[in-house]
Protein backbone atom coordinates (compact mmCIF):
# COMPACT_ATOMS: atom_id res chain seq x y z
CA UNK A 1 0.00 0.00 0.00
CA UNK A 2 1.29 3.35 -1.03
CA UNK A 3 1.91 5.86 1.90
CA UNK A 4 0.60 9.52 0.86
CA UNK A 5 3.27 11.76 0.12
CA UNK A 6 2.81 15.05 3.64
CA UNK A 7 5.18 18.01 4.44
CA UNK A 8 7.47 16.94 6.10
CA UNK A 9 8.62 14.06 4.29
CA UNK A 10 12.25 13.52 2.97
CA UNK A 11 13.33 13.21 -0.31
CA UNK A 12 16.22 11.27 -0.88
CA UNK A 13 18.97 11.76 -3.96
CA UNK A 14 17.72 8.49 -5.33
CA UNK A 15 13.92 9.95 -5.30
CA UNK A 16 13.07 7.37 -2.57
CA UNK A 17 11.05 9.34 -0.14
CA UNK A 18 11.66 8.43 3.58
CA UNK A 19 8.92 9.49 6.42
CA UNK A 20 9.45 11.02 9.09
CA UNK A 21 10.55 9.76 12.58
CA UNK A 22 6.41 10.50 14.03
CA UNK A 23 5.23 8.50 10.86
CA UNK A 24 7.48 5.55 11.10
CA UNK A 25 6.13 4.05 13.58
CA UNK A 26 4.23 0.40 12.65
CA UNK A 27 1.84 -1.17 15.10
CA UNK A 28 3.11 -4.10 16.83
CA UNK A 29 1.20 -6.63 18.07
CA UNK A 30 1.84 -7.04 22.42
CA UNK A 31 0.55 -10.74 23.63
CA UNK A 32 -0.63 -10.43 27.37
CA UNK A 33 2.54 -12.06 29.10
CA UNK A 34 4.76 -9.63 27.32
CA UNK A 35 2.35 -6.97 28.48
CA UNK A 36 2.80 -7.55 31.81
CA UNK A 37 6.50 -8.39 31.88
CA UNK A 38 5.77 -4.18 30.56
CA UNK A 39 3.66 -3.32 33.54
CA UNK A 40 5.91 -4.79 36.02
CA UNK A 41 9.34 -3.44 34.20
CA UNK A 42 7.33 -0.15 34.53
CA UNK A 43 7.21 0.00 38.10
CA UNK A 44 11.11 -0.42 38.93
CA UNK A 45 11.46 2.38 35.48
CA UNK A 46 9.00 4.07 37.58
CA UNK A 47 10.70 4.80 40.83
CA UNK A 48 13.38 6.08 39.08
CA UNK A 49 11.46 8.50 36.75
CA UNK A 50 9.36 9.55 39.70
CA UNK A 51 12.37 10.21 41.43
CA UNK A 52 14.20 11.94 39.19
CA UNK A 53 10.52 14.02 38.70
CA UNK A 54 10.35 14.76 42.23
CA UNK A 55 13.95 16.65 42.15
CA UNK A 56 13.20 18.42 38.71
CA UNK A 57 10.35 19.82 39.76
CA UNK A 58 11.47 21.00 43.32
CA UNK A 59 14.65 22.48 41.77
CA UNK A 60 13.32 24.04 38.90
CA UNK A 61 11.15 26.32 40.93
CA UNK A 62 13.99 27.74 42.32
CA UNK A 63 15.98 28.28 39.61
CA UNK A 64 18.08 31.33 40.70
CA UNK A 65 20.00 28.84 44.07
CA UNK A 66 19.97 26.32 41.34
CA UNK A 67 22.44 28.36 38.94
CA UNK A 68 24.32 30.00 42.36
CA UNK A 69 24.75 25.94 43.37
CA UNK A 70 25.82 25.21 40.08
CA UNK A 71 28.07 28.00 39.82
CA UNK A 72 29.84 27.69 43.28
CA UNK A 73 33.61 26.92 42.71
CA UNK A 74 32.74 24.47 45.42
CA UNK A 75 30.38 22.27 43.66
CA UNK A 76 32.11 22.34 40.21
CA UNK A 77 35.83 21.59 41.61
CA UNK A 78 34.18 18.81 43.32
CA UNK A 79 32.43 17.45 40.17
CA UNK A 80 35.89 17.83 38.27
CA UNK A 81 37.61 16.17 41.11
CA UNK A 82 35.03 13.32 41.11
CA UNK A 83 34.69 12.79 36.97
CA UNK A 84 39.06 13.11 37.22
CA UNK A 85 39.48 10.60 40.26
CA UNK A 86 37.30 7.87 38.33
CA UNK A 87 38.46 8.37 34.93
CA UNK A 88 42.04 7.72 36.48
CA UNK A 89 40.98 5.07 38.17
CA UNK A 90 39.73 3.69 34.78
CA UNK A 91 42.41 4.54 32.98
CA UNK A 92 44.30 2.36 35.48
CA UNK A 93 41.74 -0.42 35.07
CA UNK A 94 42.29 -0.64 31.60
CA UNK A 95 46.35 -1.11 32.17
CA UNK A 96 46.06 -3.60 34.84
CA UNK A 97 42.60 -5.11 34.46
CA UNK A 98 43.03 -5.95 30.31
CA UNK A 99 45.46 -8.22 30.64
CA UNK A 100 43.70 -9.97 33.84
CA UNK A 101 40.77 -10.24 32.29
CA UNK A 102 42.81 -11.98 28.54
CA UNK A 103 44.36 -14.44 31.22
CA UNK A 104 41.02 -15.39 32.98
CA UNK A 105 38.99 -14.99 29.21
CA UNK A 106 41.42 -17.60 27.50
CA UNK A 107 42.76 -19.82 30.97
CA UNK A 108 40.72 -22.97 30.94
CA UNK A 109 39.16 -24.03 33.86
CA UNK A 110 40.52 -24.81 37.17
CA UNK A 111 40.87 -24.73 40.90
CA UNK A 112 42.96 -21.51 41.09
CA UNK A 113 41.16 -19.60 38.05
CA UNK A 114 37.68 -20.17 40.28
CA UNK A 115 39.95 -18.37 43.04
CA UNK A 116 41.53 -15.66 41.12
CA UNK A 117 37.59 -14.79 39.69
CA UNK A 118 36.39 -14.88 43.28
CA UNK A 119 39.33 -11.97 44.27
CA UNK A 120 37.97 -10.11 41.77
CA UNK A 121 34.27 -10.34 42.50
CA UNK A 122 34.45 -9.46 46.51
CA UNK A 123 34.63 -5.45 45.81
CA UNK A 124 30.81 -6.53 44.45
CA UNK A 125 29.90 -8.56 47.62
CA UNK A 126 31.75 -6.45 50.81
CA UNK A 127 30.17 -3.33 52.11
CA UNK A 128 31.17 -0.43 51.10
CA UNK A 129 32.22 0.76 54.24
CA UNK A 130 34.41 -2.66 54.47
CA UNK A 131 35.66 -1.92 50.83
CA UNK A 132 36.74 1.56 52.19
CA UNK A 133 38.64 -0.16 55.41
CA UNK A 134 40.44 -2.92 52.79
CA UNK A 135 41.80 -0.03 51.10
CA UNK A 136 42.37 2.18 54.26
CA UNK A 137 44.08 -0.04 56.27
CA UNK A 138 46.42 -0.88 53.16
CA UNK A 139 47.48 2.24 51.53
CA UNK A 140 47.64 4.26 54.98
CA UNK A 141 50.78 6.09 55.91
CA UNK A 142 51.51 2.90 58.14
CA UNK A 143 49.57 0.73 55.79
CA UNK A 144 51.85 -2.58 53.79
CA UNK A 145 51.63 -0.18 50.17
CA UNK A 146 51.19 3.28 51.98
CA UNK A 147 54.22 2.85 54.14
CA UNK A 148 56.52 2.57 51.25
CA UNK A 149 54.58 4.97 48.79
CA UNK A 150 54.46 7.47 51.21
CA UNK A 151 58.60 6.96 51.56
CA UNK A 152 58.69 7.63 47.84
CA UNK A 153 56.20 10.90 48.18
CA UNK A 154 52.74 9.33 47.63
CA UNK A 155 50.13 9.85 49.93
CA UNK A 156 46.73 7.93 49.62
CA UNK A 157 45.51 10.01 53.22
CA UNK A 158 43.62 12.62 52.27
CA UNK A 159 44.62 12.87 49.06
CA UNK A 160 44.27 11.91 45.39
CA UNK A 161 45.67 8.91 44.73
CA UNK A 162 43.35 8.08 48.47
CA UNK A 163 40.43 8.48 46.02
CA UNK A 164 41.67 7.16 42.87
CA UNK A 165 42.67 3.97 44.78
CA UNK A 166 39.40 3.52 46.37
CA UNK A 167 37.54 4.02 43.30
CA UNK A 168 39.77 1.99 41.70
CA UNK A 169 39.21 -0.89 44.28
CA UNK A 170 35.08 -0.57 44.15
CA UNK A 171 34.71 -0.83 40.17
CA UNK A 172 37.50 -3.04 39.41
CA UNK A 173 34.90 -6.07 38.68
CA UNK A 174 32.50 -4.44 36.56
CA UNK A 175 35.52 -3.72 34.20
CA UNK A 176 37.24 -6.76 34.17
CA UNK A 177 34.25 -9.09 34.50
CA UNK A 178 32.71 -7.16 31.24
CA UNK A 179 36.08 -6.77 29.51
CA UNK A 180 36.36 -11.00 30.01
CA UNK A 181 32.97 -11.48 28.32
CA UNK A 182 34.34 -9.10 25.79
CA UNK A 183 37.45 -11.44 25.05
CA UNK A 184 35.68 -14.85 25.19
CA UNK A 185 33.89 -13.48 22.40
CA UNK A 186 36.51 -13.28 20.16
CA UNK A 187 37.08 -16.85 18.62
CA UNK A 188 40.15 -18.36 19.59
CA UNK A 189 40.29 -19.65 15.96
CA UNK A 190 41.08 -16.06 14.75
CA UNK A 191 43.82 -15.59 16.91
CA UNK A 192 45.09 -19.02 16.04
CA UNK A 193 45.22 -17.99 12.37
CA UNK A 194 46.99 -14.84 13.07
CA UNK A 195 49.44 -16.75 14.51
CA UNK A 196 50.13 -18.41 11.61
CA UNK A 197 50.11 -16.14 9.43
CA UNK A 198 53.52 -14.55 11.28
CA UNK A 199 51.93 -12.79 14.49
CA UNK A 200 53.50 -13.10 17.25
CA UNK A 201 50.99 -13.11 20.72
CA UNK A 202 51.12 -10.01 21.69
CA UNK A 203 51.03 -8.48 18.38
CA UNK A 204 48.23 -11.09 17.87
CA UNK A 205 46.22 -9.61 20.80
CA UNK A 206 46.58 -5.69 19.63
CA UNK A 207 46.08 -6.89 16.16
CA UNK A 208 42.78 -8.90 16.53
CA UNK A 209 41.89 -9.58 19.99
CA UNK A 210 41.95 -6.10 21.23
CA UNK A 211 40.25 -4.13 18.15
CA UNK A 212 37.13 -6.50 18.63
CA UNK A 213 36.71 -6.21 22.29
CA UNK A 214 37.01 -2.54 21.87
CA UNK A 215 33.69 -2.58 22.88
CA UNK A 216 33.11 -4.43 25.41
CA UNK A 217 36.70 -2.27 26.77
CA UNK A 218 34.58 0.84 26.61
CA UNK A 219 31.21 -0.20 28.10
CA UNK A 220 32.97 -1.62 30.96
CA UNK A 221 35.37 1.65 31.40
CA UNK A 222 32.02 3.71 31.65
CA UNK A 223 30.33 1.11 34.11
CA UNK A 224 33.68 1.24 35.65
CA UNK A 225 33.65 4.94 36.03
CA UNK A 226 29.84 5.52 37.11
CA UNK A 227 30.60 2.63 39.59
CA UNK A 228 33.66 5.07 40.68
CA UNK A 229 31.96 8.18 40.57
CA UNK A 230 29.15 7.07 42.88
CA UNK A 231 31.19 5.72 45.39
CA UNK A 232 31.42 7.29 48.89
CA UNK A 233 31.81 5.08 51.57
CA UNK A 234 34.47 3.29 50.31
CA UNK A 235 36.29 6.36 49.41
CA UNK A 236 35.73 8.23 53.16
CA UNK A 237 37.22 5.93 54.73
CA UNK A 238 40.96 6.98 53.31
CA UNK A 239 40.23 9.98 51.39
CA UNK A 240 37.58 12.43 53.77
CA UNK A 241 39.23 15.55 51.85
CA UNK A 242 39.32 16.54 49.03
CA UNK A 243 35.61 16.59 48.80
CA UNK A 244 34.36 14.02 46.25
CA UNK A 245 31.08 14.74 44.39
CA UNK A 246 28.89 12.64 47.02
CA UNK A 247 31.34 13.49 49.92
CA UNK A 248 30.30 16.93 49.48
CA UNK A 249 26.10 16.07 49.47
CA UNK A 250 26.84 14.24 52.31
CA UNK A 251 28.90 16.85 54.14
CA UNK A 252 25.77 20.05 52.82
CA UNK A 253 23.32 17.88 53.70
CA UNK A 254 24.86 17.45 57.45
CA UNK A 255 25.74 21.07 57.28
CA UNK A 256 23.80 23.63 55.89
CA UNK A 257 20.55 21.25 55.50
CA UNK A 258 18.37 19.74 51.96
CA UNK A 259 18.28 22.66 49.76
CA UNK A 260 21.72 23.18 49.26
CA UNK A 261 22.23 19.38 49.14
CA UNK A 262 19.23 18.63 46.81
CA UNK A 263 20.57 20.96 44.43
CA UNK A 264 24.11 19.95 44.48
CA UNK A 265 22.29 16.19 44.22
CA UNK A 266 20.98 18.07 40.85
CA UNK A 267 23.58 19.61 39.34
CA UNK A 268 25.14 15.99 39.85
CA UNK A 269 22.45 14.16 37.82
CA UNK A 270 22.21 16.78 35.14
CA UNK A 271 26.06 16.05 34.57
CA UNK A 272 26.27 12.64 34.73
CA UNK A 273 23.62 12.20 32.48
CA UNK A 274 24.83 14.28 29.61
CA UNK A 275 27.98 12.54 30.05
CA UNK A 276 26.86 9.47 29.92
CA UNK A 277 24.46 10.30 26.90
CA UNK A 278 27.25 11.84 25.05
CA UNK A 279 29.54 8.73 25.77
CA UNK A 280 26.95 6.44 25.18
CA UNK A 281 26.80 8.36 21.39
CA UNK A 282 30.27 8.46 20.83
CA UNK A 283 30.51 4.65 20.85
CA UNK A 284 27.34 3.19 19.39
CA UNK A 285 29.28 2.32 16.42
CA UNK A 286 31.90 0.99 17.61
CA UNK A 287 32.83 -2.97 17.40
CA UNK A 288 30.37 -3.17 14.16
CA UNK A 289 32.23 -4.35 11.20
CA UNK A 290 29.18 -4.50 8.32
CA UNK A 291 29.38 -2.07 5.19
CA UNK A 292 25.85 -2.62 4.52
CA UNK A 293 24.63 -0.34 7.40
CA UNK B 1 59.16 -32.42 4.99
CA UNK B 2 57.26 -32.21 8.77
CA UNK B 3 56.94 -35.75 10.36
CA UNK B 4 55.52 -36.48 13.44
CA UNK B 5 57.26 -38.86 15.95
CA UNK B 6 55.44 -40.13 18.70
CA UNK B 7 53.63 -36.97 19.30
CA UNK B 8 50.92 -37.43 22.31
CA UNK B 9 49.35 -34.54 23.47
CA UNK B 10 46.23 -33.85 26.07
CA UNK B 11 43.67 -30.60 26.22
CA UNK B 12 41.32 -31.47 28.71
CA UNK B 13 39.77 -34.70 28.93
CA UNK B 14 40.86 -35.04 24.82
CA UNK B 15 44.29 -36.66 23.85
CA UNK B 16 46.35 -37.43 20.83
CA UNK B 17 48.14 -41.12 21.88
CA UNK B 18 51.58 -41.67 20.28
CA UNK B 19 50.72 -40.24 16.86
CA UNK B 20 53.56 -40.71 13.95
CA UNK B 21 53.10 -39.24 10.77
CA UNK B 22 55.21 -37.73 7.62
CA UNK B 23 54.28 -35.31 5.24
CA UNK B 24 56.45 -35.17 2.30
CA UNK B 25 57.04 -32.16 0.24
CA UNK B 26 54.52 -31.95 -2.71
CA UNK B 27 51.86 -34.28 -0.59
CA UNK B 28 48.21 -33.28 -0.68
CA UNK B 29 48.02 -35.20 2.60
CA UNK B 30 43.98 -36.15 4.05
CA UNK B 31 43.27 -36.55 7.64
CA UNK B 32 39.96 -38.31 7.64
CA UNK B 33 38.49 -39.73 10.89
CA UNK B 34 34.58 -39.37 12.41
CA UNK B 35 33.73 -36.13 14.37
CA UNK B 36 35.80 -35.55 17.93
CA UNK B 37 38.61 -38.14 16.66
CA UNK B 38 41.23 -35.52 16.98
CA UNK B 39 41.47 -34.26 13.47
CA UNK B 40 41.72 -30.33 14.06
CA UNK B 41 43.86 -30.99 16.89
CA UNK B 42 46.27 -33.16 15.07
CA UNK B 43 46.39 -29.75 12.45
CA UNK B 44 46.74 -27.73 15.14
CA UNK B 45 49.31 -29.64 16.57
CA UNK B 46 51.36 -29.59 13.18
CA UNK B 47 50.64 -25.80 13.29
CA UNK B 48 52.18 -25.42 15.91
CA UNK B 49 49.58 -24.25 18.49
CA UNK B 50 49.26 -26.69 20.74
CA UNK B 51 52.93 -28.06 22.06
CA UNK B 52 52.84 -31.85 22.73
CA UNK B 53 53.44 -33.47 26.13
CA UNK B 54 55.87 -36.34 24.48
CA UNK B 55 57.48 -36.96 20.96
CA UNK B 56 59.01 -34.70 18.69
CA UNK B 57 57.80 -32.53 15.75
CA UNK B 58 60.35 -32.15 12.70
CA UNK B 59 60.41 -29.66 9.79
CA UNK B 60 63.03 -30.67 6.81
CA UNK B 61 64.74 -33.01 9.51
CA UNK B 62 65.08 -30.06 12.23
CA UNK B 63 63.47 -30.67 15.32
CA UNK B 64 60.86 -27.42 15.75
CA UNK B 65 58.84 -29.20 18.90
CA UNK B 66 59.29 -26.11 20.98
CA UNK B 67 59.08 -23.83 17.58
CA UNK B 68 55.85 -21.06 17.46
CA UNK B 69 53.38 -21.07 14.98
CA UNK B 70 54.77 -17.56 13.54
CA UNK B 71 57.85 -19.05 13.12
CA UNK B 72 56.82 -22.20 11.17
CA UNK B 73 55.70 -21.43 8.02
CA UNK B 74 52.84 -23.20 8.11
CA UNK B 75 49.37 -21.66 7.15
CA UNK B 76 45.64 -22.88 8.72
CA UNK B 77 42.47 -22.49 6.95
CA UNK B 78 39.53 -23.24 8.76
CA UNK B 79 36.23 -24.66 8.73
CA UNK B 80 34.34 -21.05 9.60
CA UNK B 81 36.81 -19.42 7.40
CA UNK B 82 38.06 -17.28 10.34
CA UNK B 83 38.05 -13.75 8.83
CA UNK B 84 38.85 -10.88 10.70
CA UNK B 85 35.94 -9.34 11.27
CA UNK B 86 37.16 -5.76 11.79
CA UNK B 87 39.67 -5.51 8.56
CA UNK B 88 38.18 -5.60 4.94
CA UNK B 89 39.26 -8.34 2.11
CA UNK B 90 42.46 -6.68 1.42
CA UNK B 91 43.98 -6.06 4.95
CA UNK B 92 42.70 -9.45 5.67
CA UNK B 93 44.40 -10.97 2.92
CA UNK B 94 47.53 -8.66 3.62
CA UNK B 95 47.68 -9.26 7.14
CA UNK B 96 50.43 -11.88 7.09
CA UNK B 97 52.86 -9.86 4.82
CA UNK B 98 52.39 -7.36 7.31
CA UNK B 99 53.07 -9.49 10.05
CA UNK B 100 56.47 -10.40 8.04
CA UNK B 101 57.53 -6.55 7.88
CA UNK B 102 56.13 -5.38 4.63
CA UNK B 103 54.32 -2.33 4.81
CA UNK B 104 50.70 -1.62 4.32
CA UNK B 105 51.24 0.22 1.10
CA UNK B 106 53.20 -2.52 -0.45
CA UNK B 107 51.26 -5.28 1.19
CA UNK B 108 48.41 -3.68 -0.86
CA UNK B 109 49.95 -3.76 -4.11
CA UNK B 110 51.58 -7.06 -3.10
CA UNK B 111 48.03 -8.36 -2.18
CA UNK B 112 46.36 -7.29 -5.54
CA UNK B 113 47.03 -9.44 -8.28
CA UNK B 114 46.70 -12.24 -5.31
CA UNK B 115 43.04 -11.14 -5.07
CA UNK B 116 42.61 -11.04 -8.89
CA UNK B 117 43.87 -14.78 -9.24
CA UNK B 118 41.24 -15.96 -7.01
CA UNK B 119 38.87 -13.82 -8.38
CA UNK B 120 37.79 -11.38 -5.48
CA UNK B 121 39.02 -8.13 -6.76
CA UNK B 122 35.95 -6.67 -6.69
CA UNK B 123 34.92 -7.42 -3.04
CA UNK B 124 38.68 -5.61 -1.93
CA UNK B 125 36.96 -2.99 0.38
CA UNK B 126 34.60 -5.33 1.62
CA UNK B 127 34.40 -6.43 5.44
CA UNK B 128 34.10 -10.27 5.75
CA UNK B 129 30.54 -10.17 7.32
CA UNK B 130 28.97 -9.07 3.89
CA UNK B 131 30.78 -11.87 1.88
CA UNK B 132 28.60 -14.97 0.68
CA UNK B 133 30.40 -18.78 2.10
CA UNK B 134 31.95 -19.01 -1.23
CA UNK B 135 33.65 -15.58 -1.05
CA UNK B 136 34.98 -15.89 2.56
CA UNK B 137 36.59 -19.18 1.45
CA UNK B 138 38.46 -17.45 -1.41
CA UNK B 139 39.66 -14.79 1.17
CA UNK B 140 40.67 -17.11 3.46
CA UNK B 141 42.58 -19.45 1.30
CA UNK B 142 43.86 -16.03 -0.63
CA UNK B 143 45.25 -15.05 3.03
CA UNK B 144 46.12 -18.52 3.44
CA UNK B 145 48.74 -18.56 0.35
CA UNK B 146 50.04 -14.68 0.02
CA UNK B 147 52.47 -15.48 2.35
CA UNK B 148 54.31 -18.00 0.73
CA UNK B 149 53.72 -20.70 3.53
CA UNK B 150 55.64 -24.30 3.11
CA UNK B 151 52.64 -25.86 4.07
CA UNK B 152 49.23 -25.04 3.78
CA UNK B 153 46.94 -26.66 6.62
CA UNK B 154 43.08 -26.93 5.48
CA UNK B 155 40.15 -27.60 8.38
CA UNK B 156 37.20 -29.54 6.18
CA UNK B 157 37.57 -26.63 3.60
CA UNK B 158 34.32 -27.74 1.52
CA UNK B 159 31.97 -28.90 4.32
CA UNK B 160 30.05 -25.59 4.81
CA UNK B 161 29.94 -24.49 0.77
CA UNK B 162 27.01 -25.71 -1.68
CA UNK B 163 27.88 -28.24 -4.27
CA UNK B 164 28.58 -25.65 -7.30
CA UNK B 165 30.78 -23.41 -5.17
CA UNK B 166 32.60 -26.90 -3.72
CA UNK B 167 33.32 -27.62 -7.37
CA UNK B 168 34.82 -24.47 -8.37
CA UNK B 169 36.91 -24.65 -4.99
CA UNK B 170 38.31 -27.81 -5.71
CA UNK B 171 39.58 -26.86 -8.86
CA UNK B 172 41.00 -23.83 -6.97
CA UNK B 173 42.65 -26.64 -4.71
CA UNK B 174 44.00 -28.65 -7.27
CA UNK B 175 45.30 -25.53 -9.35
CA UNK B 176 47.52 -24.74 -6.03
CA UNK B 177 48.18 -28.02 -5.43
CA UNK B 178 49.72 -28.60 -9.48
CA UNK B 179 51.16 -25.18 -10.12
CA UNK B 180 52.37 -24.30 -7.03
CA UNK B 181 53.77 -27.21 -6.01
CA UNK B 182 52.33 -26.74 -2.10
CA UNK B 183 52.07 -29.26 0.46
CA UNK B 184 48.34 -29.30 1.63
CA UNK B 185 47.35 -31.19 4.90
CA UNK B 186 43.75 -31.58 4.56
CA UNK B 187 41.19 -32.80 7.14
CA UNK B 188 37.48 -34.19 5.63
CA UNK B 189 34.97 -36.67 6.19
CA UNK B 190 34.37 -37.01 2.41
CA UNK B 191 35.65 -40.24 0.56
CA UNK B 192 35.27 -38.28 -2.38
CA UNK B 193 37.31 -35.51 -1.80
CA UNK B 194 39.90 -37.93 -1.17
CA UNK B 195 39.34 -39.50 -3.77
CA UNK B 196 39.75 -36.36 -5.84
CA UNK B 197 42.38 -34.98 -4.23
CA UNK B 198 44.57 -36.82 -1.76
CA UNK B 199 48.20 -38.16 -3.04
CA UNK B 200 48.66 -39.52 0.62
CA UNK B 201 46.07 -39.91 3.72
CA UNK B 202 45.78 -41.01 7.03
CA UNK B 203 42.73 -42.28 9.60
CA UNK B 204 42.32 -41.16 13.46
CA UNK B 205 39.61 -42.18 15.54
CA UNK B 206 39.59 -41.46 19.01
CA UNK B 207 43.06 -39.76 19.07
CA UNK B 208 44.92 -42.91 17.78
CA UNK B 209 46.36 -42.90 14.44
CA UNK B 210 45.40 -46.25 12.89
CA UNK B 211 46.41 -46.42 9.57
CA UNK B 212 48.28 -44.00 7.17
CA UNK B 213 49.76 -44.46 3.84
CA UNK B 214 48.98 -43.30 0.38
CA UNK B 215 45.58 -42.18 -0.08
CA UNK B 216 44.32 -45.29 -2.60
CA UNK B 217 46.02 -47.63 -0.62
CA UNK B 218 44.02 -46.82 2.06
CA UNK B 219 41.11 -46.75 0.84
CA UNK B 220 41.19 -49.98 -0.79
CA UNK B 221 42.93 -52.05 1.59
CA UNK B 222 42.11 -50.65 4.81
CA UNK B 223 44.25 -52.10 7.95
CA UNK B 224 41.42 -52.79 10.34
CA UNK B 225 37.46 -53.12 10.14
CA UNK B 226 37.34 -49.77 12.11
CA UNK B 227 39.11 -47.95 9.07
CA UNK B 228 37.21 -50.03 6.62
CA UNK B 229 34.39 -49.00 7.78
CA UNK B 230 35.17 -45.30 8.10
CA UNK B 231 36.67 -45.08 4.22
CA UNK B 232 33.12 -46.45 3.36
CA UNK B 233 33.82 -49.72 2.43
CA UNK B 234 30.35 -50.75 1.77
CA UNK B 235 30.48 -55.12 2.34
CA UNK B 236 32.71 -55.64 5.75
CA UNK B 237 32.04 -59.52 6.57
CA UNK B 238 33.58 -61.31 9.18
CA UNK B 239 34.73 -64.86 9.10
CA UNK B 240 36.57 -68.03 9.12
CA UNK B 241 39.27 -69.10 7.09
CA UNK B 242 38.09 -72.62 6.13
CA UNK B 243 41.02 -73.55 4.13
CA UNK B 244 44.21 -72.08 2.36
CA UNK B 245 46.08 -73.49 -0.69
CA UNK B 246 49.26 -71.68 -1.48
CA UNK B 247 47.21 -68.15 -0.58
CA UNK B 248 44.21 -68.52 -2.43
CA UNK B 249 41.86 -69.51 0.47
CA UNK B 250 37.93 -70.34 1.48
CA UNK B 251 36.70 -68.19 4.11
CA UNK B 252 33.28 -68.99 5.78
CA UNK B 253 31.14 -65.79 6.33
CA UNK B 254 27.93 -67.76 8.26
CA UNK B 255 28.37 -70.75 6.21
CA UNK B 256 28.98 -69.12 2.76
CA UNK B 257 32.50 -69.71 1.09
CA UNK B 258 34.13 -67.15 -0.17
CA UNK B 259 37.42 -67.38 -2.12
CA UNK B 260 40.20 -64.54 -1.56
CA UNK B 261 43.32 -64.34 -2.04
CA UNK B 262 45.17 -64.08 1.51
CA UNK B 263 48.08 -65.24 3.97
CA UNK B 264 45.68 -66.28 6.47
CA UNK B 265 45.87 -69.84 7.78
CA UNK B 266 42.98 -72.21 8.29
CA UNK B 267 40.99 -71.50 11.77
CA UNK B 268 42.19 -67.69 11.47
CA UNK B 269 39.48 -65.08 11.79
CA UNK B 270 39.54 -62.34 9.19
CA UNK B 271 37.28 -59.80 7.62
CA UNK B 272 36.73 -59.22 4.41
CA UNK B 273 36.10 -56.19 2.51
CA UNK B 274 34.47 -55.63 -0.83
CA UNK B 275 33.97 -52.05 -2.55
CA UNK B 276 29.97 -52.59 -3.99
CA UNK B 277 31.28 -51.35 -7.30
CA UNK B 278 33.82 -54.58 -7.23
CA UNK B 279 30.60 -56.77 -6.94
CA UNK B 280 28.88 -57.69 -10.37
CA UNK B 281 24.94 -58.16 -10.72
CA UNK B 282 23.25 -60.48 -12.96
CA UNK B 283 20.07 -61.20 -13.87
CA UNK B 284 19.29 -65.22 -14.90
CA UNK B 285 21.81 -68.22 -15.28
CA UNK B 286 25.48 -67.02 -15.42
CA UNK B 287 27.55 -67.91 -17.93
CA UNK B 288 30.65 -69.53 -17.41
CA UNK B 289 33.34 -66.92 -16.21
CA UNK B 290 36.56 -66.96 -14.05
CA UNK B 291 34.69 -64.86 -11.02
CA UNK B 292 35.95 -67.02 -7.87
CA UNK B 293 32.78 -66.12 -6.31
CA UNK B 294 28.90 -66.50 -7.86
CA UNK B 295 25.94 -66.59 -5.40
CA UNK B 296 22.43 -66.32 -5.78
CA UNK B 297 20.19 -63.70 -4.12
CA UNK B 298 17.07 -61.55 -3.64
CA UNK B 299 17.03 -58.00 -4.36
CA UNK B 300 15.73 -56.53 -0.84
CA UNK B 301 16.52 -52.85 -1.57
CA UNK B 302 17.50 -50.39 -4.34
CA UNK B 303 18.82 -46.97 -3.30
CA UNK B 304 18.86 -44.27 -6.36
CA UNK B 305 21.72 -41.67 -5.90
CA UNK B 306 21.77 -39.87 -8.51
CA UNK B 307 23.06 -41.44 -11.69
CA UNK B 308 23.92 -44.45 -9.88
CA UNK B 309 22.17 -47.12 -7.95
CA UNK B 310 23.11 -49.34 -4.49
CA UNK B 311 21.24 -52.52 -4.98
CA UNK B 312 21.00 -54.67 -1.45
CA UNK B 313 20.77 -58.15 -2.13
CA UNK B 314 20.45 -61.42 0.10
CA UNK B 315 21.94 -64.67 -0.74
CA UNK B 316 22.44 -65.79 2.87
CA UNK B 317 24.71 -62.81 3.84
CA UNK B 318 23.66 -59.30 2.46
CA UNK B 319 25.53 -57.57 0.37
CA UNK B 320 25.67 -54.46 -1.88
CA UNK B 321 26.32 -53.90 -5.35
CA UNK B 322 26.24 -50.32 -7.12
CA UNK B 323 25.42 -49.98 -10.81
CA UNK B 324 24.54 -47.28 -13.34
CA UNK B 325 20.79 -46.66 -12.81
CA UNK B 326 20.03 -47.11 -16.56
CA UNK B 327 21.73 -50.82 -16.18
CA UNK B 328 19.00 -51.33 -13.06
CA UNK B 329 16.64 -50.53 -15.71
CA UNK B 330 17.26 -52.67 -18.75
CA UNK B 331 17.53 -55.48 -16.32
CA UNK B 332 14.28 -54.62 -14.68
CA UNK B 333 15.48 -54.50 -11.24
CA UNK B 334 12.95 -54.57 -8.32
CA UNK B 335 12.77 -55.46 -4.69
CA UNK B 336 12.35 -59.15 -4.96
CA UNK B 337 13.82 -60.05 -8.48
CA UNK B 338 16.13 -63.08 -8.01
CA UNK B 339 19.58 -61.96 -9.11
CA UNK B 340 23.26 -63.26 -9.23
CA UNK B 341 26.18 -61.81 -7.69
CA UNK B 342 29.96 -62.27 -8.64
CA UNK B 343 32.57 -61.14 -7.26
CA UNK B 344 36.62 -61.60 -7.70
CA UNK B 345 38.41 -63.82 -5.50
CA UNK B 346 41.15 -60.62 -6.14
CA UNK B 347 38.38 -58.08 -5.90
CA UNK B 348 38.71 -58.83 -1.96
CA UNK B 349 40.73 -57.95 0.71
CA UNK B 350 41.52 -59.65 3.66
CA UNK B 351 42.06 -58.16 6.64
CA UNK B 352 43.40 -60.38 9.26
CA UNK B 353 42.97 -61.01 13.10
Not at chain 1, 193 to 206: E, P
Not at chain 2, 146 to 160: F, Y
Not at chain 2, 303 to 319: Q, R, S
Request: net charge neutral; charged share 20%; glycine share 10%.
Amino acid sequence: MKTETLPGDIRRGDGETVLPWWRQRKRQHIDGCTLWFCIMGAAIVGITVLALANIAMTELADPVHLLEVAASSEVLGSILLTFGAGASAVLLLILFGTPLAYVLARSRPSRFKGFVESIVDIPLILPHTVAGLLVYLLFMRRGWLGAPLSDIGIAFEDAFPGTVVAMLFVASPFFINTMREGFEKVPVHLENVARTLGAGTFTTFRTVTLPLSLRHMYNGAIFAWGRAIGEFAGVIMIAYYPFIISTLIYYSFTTDGIRTSRSIAFVVIVVSLAVFYLLRRMTRHLGRYDDRV
Amino acid sequence: MIAFDHISLSLGTFSLKDVSLTINRGDYYFIVGPSGAGKTVLLEAIAGLHRPERGRVLLRGEEITALPPEKRGIALVYQDYSLFPHMTVIDNVGYGLRMRGMGKREARGEVAGLLEEFGISHIADRYPATLSGGEQQRVALARAVAGKPDILLLDEPLSALDPVTQEKFIHDLQRLHRENGLTIVQVSHSRREAHLLATRMAVIIDGTLVDEGRADVVLNTPRSRQVASFVGIENILDGRVAANDGGHATVDVGGHAFEAVTDAAAGEEVTLCIRADDVVLGVGDGRRSSTRNTMAGMITQIVENGPVAEVKVNCGVDLTAVLTRRSGQDLHLAPGTPVTLSIKATAIHVIRG
